[in-house]
């Protein structure tokens, strides 16, 4: 979990203001951060998701297109030279990409965009986006973590093994984030999520930027 990068080559860090608020989910795997994002924008109109591209294989139902834009490695790698993400990592040894594009014209359009990354991923965007909201998720402890990921069946025992060992190296950085949610009941999680969204929403930086037309008249700006 070391390879990253948040610039294409020659690229340096520039903070990127937009009228649109940007949140950055993060969590170790089976915290239930994927439930959490999916269940959040199932409430939330305003808010719409950018599919990550990545290496790996889908699991069980994933679609192309849906959870994540499957792709093979030497198609990523060349993504990464044009430029094309604004962040990717090596994660569990496969490649998650988030695609700059995409990201950019809905931010730019006023749009509230959600990144569900790791944290590697999370760190760099904050490096560009000042106004990054930052999210982690983490697990009531380590025994229900390891209890849901055996639950998922999913993975091979060995694999569980390696996903809890960088389950500690993950948790680890989420003094780094802004929020801090514990799912140890969906419901009041997926409240604390729901809360966090519109608190930002109401900040005086994110409504100016978003309404920019009514702090000038009301010579706020």
């Given at each position: 979990m070391t390879e990253a990068s948040a610039l294409p080559p020659g690229a340096t860090p520039a903070a990127i203001e937009t009228p649109g608020n940007l949140f950055v989910v993060a969590a170790p795997s089976g915290a239930g951060k994927s439930s959490l994002v999916k269940a959040l924008l199932e409430l939330d109109s305003h808010l719409s998701v950018s599919i990550s591209h990545t290496t790996r294989k889908p699991r069980g139902q994933e679609q192309h297109g849906r959870e994540y834009w499957f792709v093979d490695e030497p198609t990523f790698r060349g993504m990464v030279e044009r430029g094309e993400f604004f962040e990717w990592a090596s994660v569990h040894g496969n490649l998650y990409g988030t695609s700059r594009p995409a990201v950019e014209q809905r931010l730019a359009a006023g749009e509230d965009v959600v990144l569900e990354i790791d944290f590697q991923g999370a760190l760099q965007i904050k490096q560009l986006f000042a106004h990054a909201v930052l999210i982690f998720i983490l697990p009531p402890s380590w025994d229900e973590l390891r209890q849901r990921l055996m639950r998922r069946g999913e993975d091979q025992p060995t694999v569980i093994e390696q996903r809890m060992a960088n389950a500690r190296l993950e948790v680890a950085q989420a003094r780094q984030f802004d929020f801090v949610i514990i799912n140890a009941l969906f419901e009041t999680a997926l409240f604390d999520?729901?809360?966090?969204?519109h608190?930002?929403?109401?900040?005086?930086?994110?409504?100016?930027r978003n309404r920019t037309q009514v702090f000038s008249a009301l010579g706020l700006a």
């Open positions: 999520l729901k809360t966090v969204v608190s930002q929403r109401l900040r005086y930086a994110a409504q100016m």
